[in-house]
């Protein structure tokens, strides 16, 4: 089995920054895709940013030049850097790995619980 648990939410002011963490863990034997996603309350989980086990990176339009994804795949971990917040930042950030558990096998989701962001004043 493999776990997936953010962290970093928090409360924060409007231009403000804060850093997300996704670390993966269990029988892991290699992850491609990661991303980031988020809901808004009474919205649609919507796409953030996926980065593949190479580095290719995409964005939602909302966050394009104010969010970094990256990872380091020694660690099983991605991060979200999100500066310049906005207050329609405000969601619950979610997390998720396409992780295998051998060569055979194929690539399964793996979602995290959730980490809350609030940017307001």
């Known amino acids: 089995q493999v776990q997936v648990v953010e962290s970093g939410g928090g409360l924060v002011q409007p231009g403000g920054s804060l850093r997300l963490s996704c670390a993966a863990s269990?029988?892991?034997?290699?992850?491609?895709?990661m991303g980031w996603y988020r809901q808004a309350p009474g919205m649609q989980r919507e796409l953030v940013a996926l980065?593949?086990?190479?580095?290719?990176?995409n964005y939602a339009d909302s966050v394009k030049g104010r969010f970094t994804i990256s990872r380091d795949n020694a660690k099983n971990t991605m991060y979200l850097q999100m500066n310049s917040l906005k207050p329609e930042d405000t969601a619950v950030y979610y997390c998720?790995?396409?992780?295998?558990?051998?060569?055979?096998?194929?690539?399964?989701?793996?979602w995290g619980q959730g980490t809350q962001v609030t940017v307001s004043s």
């Open positions: 980065i593949t086990s190479g580095g290719k990176t």
């Open positions: 269990g029988t892991i034997f290699s992850i491609n895709d």
């Open positions: 998720n790995a396409d992780s295998r558990r051998n060569r055979d096998s194929p690539y399964l989701r793996y």
